[in-house]
Every structure is written in C-alpha cells, then in structure tokens.
C-alpha cells in the first residue's frame, strides 16, 4: 500500500469527517452556554472573549491528531512526521489556552480591586502582584512547551547532552551577558512582592513626575504627566533612591511661596488665603497655613501651605493659590508688589585729606555682657569669674 492510497482510507475520511464535526459541535455548545451566562455575569463574558479562539483551535487539533493515530495507515517515516507535527501543534494550542486562563484569572481577580477610587493603595498592590505572576506564569509555559516539543523528537536529547558537554565556555559568555538581564528580572520581582512600588503611584525620577503605568519582568513604565513615557530598567528602582508620592497614602502638602515687599499684609493675606480655600472642593480641608518664613534684603518671604487628596490635585490647588493671591496683592495690598530699591548719589568725590577727622577717644561698646549691673551678671553666668586689680587711682 503506497502512502497516497494510506491518506484516502474510506475509514481514515469517516473518522476525520466525525472528529472535525464532533469538535465544532462541542465548541459550538461550549460558546452558546458561555454567552448565555455572559449577559448575567461578568467572568462569563470575560473567559469567552479570551479563550475562544485558542479552545476552538486546541480542541480541533486533539480531535484530528486522535484519529491520525487511530486509523492513519502510512509508511513509518510519514506517520512519525505526522505525528510530529500535530504534537507540536496540539502542545503550542494548549500553551495559549494555559496562557488565556491566566489572563482570565488575572481579570477576574483584579476586580475585586479597584484603582479609580481615592484609597486605593491596596488595589494597586495587589494588582501589580498579579501582573507580575501572570507574567512569570506565561514565561514558564512557553519554556515547558518548548522544552515538550523538543523532547518529542527522536534523539534530542543524546543530540542536548553532547552540545551541553561542548559547550563550557560558550555558557560561561552566555551567562555574563545575561547577567544585567537577570538582575532586571530579580529586580522585577523584587518590586511586584516588596510593596515600595506599585502600578499607579506617582513618583519623581529622574526629575520628572508622573505614574507608574507599568511593572515588568525587566523594565518599569513610567508616564510623565505631559503624556510622555519613560523607560526605566527594573534594577533603577532598587539601585537609586526615588520619590515614591503613594507609599502609604494619596494625600501630600504643597508651598506655594512668594518674594514680596516689607509693606506686605501677612494678615489681610492670611485671610484671603482662608476664603479662597473654602470656596474650593480641590482642598481637603486637612492643612492651610500662611508663614512669613524669611525677612533678609530687600525682600520677604511668605509661604503658603495646602493640603489635597491627591498629586494631581494638590498642583491644581496650588495653581487656584498663587493665581487668586496674585490678584489680591494686585488689587489690595499694590505697595507688597516687590521692588528693586537703587540710592543715586551727587556728591562730588572727596580726596582723603578732606575725608579725615579728628581722632576721637575710644569708648567701650554696651553689648550683651558689658555696661551695667544685669550685663555683669550675665556674663559672670557664661564666663570665668577672673579678679580685676585695681590700678592707681590716676589710671581709673
């Protein structure tokens, strides 16, 4: 019997016509039954929308790789590839199924905790921990299914044993170059369990604010408020000190600070400051404070600090200050506008002969601890009491 003759066996096209109908009946149940679950709950319709495709495709090649071991009559070498091929295609489907039920897993878990809520410090940890066993998880079916593949074929494994045995020095520069790779890997890891970064917490790096959009194996995503991303290697994050604004709660304080003149009103400004926070929902109602926290100059400085719930909005209540404090110097305190102050004088240079007075006796300064009774005692409090001689009279 030739090999052409074996693949159009009466028998052979019964039981693959069975298999391939019998495989989009299942499906086809399967997909009806998930749908109708669907329009009531939301993992329902989560876990068709992923494992549909891979399920359809798993399922299908099972069915005709079953019968191609069953009722396939062909030469040995033909069967063997045959056999090959639909291991390694059957084996490749089911890892994409494997992969699809961890995407499931992962969403359905992650709605148990949302992150568009104002304490969601939680939520954002434990997400990010799934995302990063979701990912360890693809990683080690992928590996397995490769690894399965090659063990299927006929003599892999003495062809592996031979190449390993000759092959020292190539692992040796093999496993330097990776070793940066491994450490993003570990460094990954590291900030999905030890909780000092999480996906959405703001951060300062690199002098940059923004979010942490994204944690992975290797790298950490940072979106920068003016919608830019910044890519950094995981070994960033615990190799080099980093402002983490959400490590434990969304609500920050915020200066806002002013250079003005000596005539400026602390107090009429204090009180402006309390109205324009009160007509505000941006403020928290946690901290306002007006200080004068500097005098040197020609300048005073006065600091403003507001509290809000979150980063986003703590700039925002820091812009609505400056803006609406600004108005109100402008309109009712003008004189605490700052200003340069220049002396211009006419006289005429004098030369130093002119310049020269007559000399003056010296007289001791009234300091601290000098001049009178209360001085003495203070300085005998401070010092070493040392007797003083007195002179002749003519020398007191």
């Known amino acids: 019997m030739s090999a052409l003759e074996g693949f159009i066996e009466p028998d052979y096209l019964i039981a693959l016509t069975v298999a391939v109908v019998g495989a989009v009946l299942v499906t086809a149940i399967t997909a009806l039954a998930f749908r109708v679950a669907a ?50 295609l059957f084996i490749a489907a089911s890892a994409w199924l494997l992969s699809a039920l961890l995407y499931f897993f992962e969403e359905v878990s992650a709605t148990r905790y949302r992150i568009d809520v104002r304490d969601n410090r939680v939520a954002r940890r434990v997400r990010t921990q799934l995302r990063m066993l979701r990912r360890i998880g693809v990683v080690l079916i992928v590996i397995c299914a490769i690894g399965a593949v090659l063990l ?8 592996g044993a031979s190449l390993f045995a000759s092959a020292g020095l190539i692992s040796v520069v093999a496993g330097l170059a990776a070793q940066s790779t491994l450490a993003n890997m570990f460094a990954g890891i590291q900030l999905a369990f030890n909780n000092a970064l ?67 009103d602390p107090v009429g400004m204090r009180e402006e400051l309390d109205r324009i ?22 300048f005073v400085r006065v600091r403003v600090l507001v509290s809000a719930a979150d980063a986003p909005t703590l700039f925002d209540l820091r812009c609505l200050v400056r803006e609406n404090l600004i ?41 601290l601890f000098s001049g009178d009774e209360n001085a003495e005692a203070r300085a005998a409090e401070f010092t070493t009491s040392i007797p003083v001689q007195e002179g002749p009279a003519e020398h007191r």
């Open 198 to 264: 999480r996906v959405d917490d703001v951060v300062i790096v690199e002098a940059e604010w923004g979010k942490i959009e994204e944690i992975t194996l290797t790298y950490v995503v940072v979106h920068i408020w003016d919608d830019r991303r910044m890519v950094l290697p995981s070994t960033y994050f615990t190799t080099n000190p980093f402002q983490n604004w959400t490590r434990h709660n969304s609500e920050l304080l915020g200066a806002v600070e002013f250079d003005l003149d000596w005539r400026v």
């Open 277 to 298: 926070v009160a007509q505000t929902e941006l403020w928290d109602g946690r901290v306002v404070v007006l200080q004068v926290t500097d005098a040197v100059g020609g």
């Open 39 to 88: 329009r009531r709950t939301f993992w329902a319709r989560t876990l068709v929308g992923l494992v549909r495709v891979p399920f359809r495709l798993t399922l299908l090649v099972g069915a005709i790789w079953s019968v191609n071991t069953l009722f396939l009559q062909t030469t040995t070498d033909i069967e063997r590839l045959v056999d090959f091929i639909f291991r390694a």
């Open 327 to 367: 108005r109100w110097l402008n309109t009712h305190n003008p004189e605490a506008l700052p200003v340069a102050r220049t002396e211009l004088r006419r006289d005429a240079p004098q030369t130093r002969a002119a310049v020269r007075t007559p000399a003056h006796p010296v007289t001791a300064p009234v300091g």
């Open 152 to 159: 299927s074929i006929p003599g892999a494994a003495t062809l």
